[in-house]
Nanobody, 123 residues
């Protein structure tokens, strides 16, 4: 089972950028579908983005499409989320996940979850 550790969160002004990283250990990630969720206080967990292991096909929530970019570096065993033009509504704790089928809803059942990194966007 792969262990995941997120980093790169912080406080940023609206319109700013952050790059989240998710460092994996315990197993190579090159055969894992991976992705990002986020959860704001008092709100449901929300899908952000996912990337398929076989061809790096990426999907995004409509709320982040065009602003966020997911990528992976299998050589560094790391997943990234580049977040541009951040908005106050992007404020949440962001979680990295790995190991799920590339089917609707399956990311909720991912085998590995990180502890999350906090992103706060001020207006």
């Amino acid at each position: 089972q792969v262990q995941l550790v997120e980093s790169g969160g912080g406080l940023v002004q609206a319109g700013g950028s952050l790059r989240l990283s998710c460092a994996a250990s315990g197993s190579a990630i090159d055969r894992y579908n991976m992705g990002w969720f986020r959860q704001a206080p008092g709100k449901e967990r929300e899908f952000v983005s996912a990337i398929r292991w076989s061809d790096s096909l990426a999907t995004y929530a409509d709320s982040v499409k065009g602003r966020f970019t997911i990528s992976r570096d299998n050589g560094k065993n790391t997943l990234y989320l580049q977040m541009n033009d951040l908005k106050p509504e992007d404020t949440a704790r962001y979680y990295c996940v790995a190991g799920f089928l590339w089917l609707q809803g399956e990311m909720n059942s991912a085998r590995s979850w990180g502890q999350g990194t906090q992103v706060t966007v001020s207006s």
